[in-house]
């Protein structure tokens, strides 16, 4: 009976410790609902930004933030002279383009390839030169006027030179040299620098209202010139 019973000792220390050594819960075991896994699964990293396309409008094109006017009155008086008298310029501009200069009209025209010419007594041009300094002194060089006017006088021969003369072609010309125009009453600063001013004027397209636009204005040397914001159109 003795040994029976210390076998029966040795058998139950023998489950006793299988049971210890089990584990309690497998990487793979399921989970009973309500429990928490054992190994739960690691959360998604979050989806990298979307990079906008080349033609896609990013936050860094679109217009910035209105910059306030600058209001020092020496400042904008002397912004509004200097754009006053570019833009008186380019109104005398607007006449050469449209042939509008004064002739002599007490003479019979010259006739040249079927386009009547009379000569130019307007002082300030005596030569086509003249003209083409007169643009560049006003507009930036090889910049909208000068495309426009070349091509004008590349097609129509507007302006002749004959016996050390300009002449014009007298026919009419309907066409401007822009169909926008700038209102300088409405003139705010924006920018004036050694070499740069930028102002916002109300503008015109064919005489109807089309909004503030920004024009800038650049120094060559001692001249101050439009830009081609100057052209509306």
Not at 33 to 62: C, H, I, K, L
Not at 77 to 82: D, P, V
Not at 153 to 168: H, I, K, T
């Amino acid at each position: 009976m003795k040994r029976i019973a210390i076998l029966t000792l040795v058998c139950l220390l023998l489950v006793l410790a299988g049971c210890e050594s089990r584990p309690t819960g497998g990487g793979n075991a399921s989970s009973l609902p309500g429990e928490s896994p054992a190994n739960p699964p690691q959360s998604a990293s979050p989806p990298p930004a979307e990079v906008p396309s080349a033609g896609q409008p990013t936050e860094s094109t679109a217009a910035g933030p209105a910059r306030d006017a600058i209001t020092d009155p020496g400042l904008v008086i002397l912004a509004r002279n200097t754009v006053a008298e570019l833009l008186e310029r380019a109104a005398l501009a607007d006449l050469i383009y449209r042939a509008q200069l004064a002739y002599d009209s007490s003479m019979s025209p010259m006739v040249w390839d079927d386009h009547r010419y009379q000569p130019v007594t307007d002082e300030r041009f005596y030569t086509l030169e003249d003209i083409r300094e007169f643009l560049d002194s006003t507009f930036i060089r090889g910049g909208e006027a000068t495309r426009r006017f070349d091509e004008l006088q590349n097609s129509d021969a507007v302006y002749m030179p004959f016996n050390g003369e300009l002449y014009v072609n007298i026919e009419p010309r309907m066409t401007p040299l822009t169909l926008g125009g700038w209102d300088i009453d409405t003139l705010e600063l924006l920018l004036m620098e050694d070499r740069e001013i930028e102002v916002m004027m109300q503008t015109t397209m064919l005489g109807k209202p089309e909004g503030p636009k920004i024009l800038r204005i650049i120094r060559d040397g001692d001249n101050w010139l439009l830009g081609d914001s100057f052209f509306l159109d």
